[in-house]
């Protein structure tokens, strides 16, 4: 018997089409694999309920501002201003002002937390966190040009310099927390630089308009909307 039909005529070149199919490639090595095993429903319910979940936190507001603190951290601000003003040297005049910035701090903390704990909203959870990391770096970087302006004896760049690095973290940090602490970071941005262009004579009443006022202004309306 002689070769199929198509074997003749493709050794022959004459068509390149013919009735017989056959398989141009085996892969002998191939073979059918199990599919895995189906998800249970109870499962994937409750990975979409921890994804949507993880979701709400990461977008909600950080709403433990103190409003109170604040008002308490502008009252001290005021006193702090009054007494630096009279101040007889330079050395007494920074050292009010540093003992200002401690005494609000731990004031800042502390009503945080309290009203952290009161609100279930601890400052350690997500948006809690994000307004730290983005508060710190600024005020961090205040601390160490403080120095550096200091051993300068650059020392009437500071009320300026204090009020612009308080406020670009305020600015930051507030992206995460309620309407009014943003709008608070640009009015320090504003009060910033107009003490680093106006007499250094001016520098107190600049402060106590940002640190005593802008707290006090601020923190009540974040008490009144969002509580103490």
């Not at 941005?189 to 680093?196: N, R, V």
Request: include cysteine; charge should be positive.
């Amino acid at each position: 018997m002689g070769p199929p039909f198509c074997e003749r005529v493709w050794r022959g070149r004459e068509v390149r089409l013919c009735y017989i199919k056959y398989l141009t490639h085996v892969d002998r090595g191939a073979s059918l694999r199990p599919m895995a095993a189906p998800q249970p429903l109870a499962d994937r319910a409750i990975e979409n309920l921890r994804y949507i979940r993880d979701t709400m936190t990461r977008a909600r507001a950080f709403t433990a501002v103190p409003g109170a603190g604040q008002m308490w951290i502008g009252a001290t601000a005021f006193a702090a201003a009054w007494v630096a003003h009279r101040a007889p040297t330079v050395l007494t005049w920074l050292s009010v002002w540093l003992g200002e910035a401690v005494l609000a701090l731990a004031i800042g903390g502390v009503a945080m937390v309290r009203k952290a704990r009161a609100v279930q909203d601890p400052v350690a959870s997500g948006p809690g966190r994000r307004v730290l990391l983005h508060f710190l770096p600024a005020f961090g970087s205040a601390a160490v040009l403080t120095g550096a302006i200091v051993l300068a004896g650059a020392t009437a760049l500071l009320p300026g310099l204090w009020l612009l690095l308080y406020g670009t973290g305020v600015v930051a940090a507030g992206a995460f927390s309620v309407r009014p602490v943003p709008l608070m970071g640009i009015g320090f941005l504003i009060l910033g630089i107009a003490a680093l262009f106006t007499p250094a004579a001016w520098a107190d009443y600049w402060m106590a308009a940002g640190f005593g006022g802008l707290h006090l202004g601020f923190g009540a309306v974040i008490a009144r909307r969002y509580g103490g």
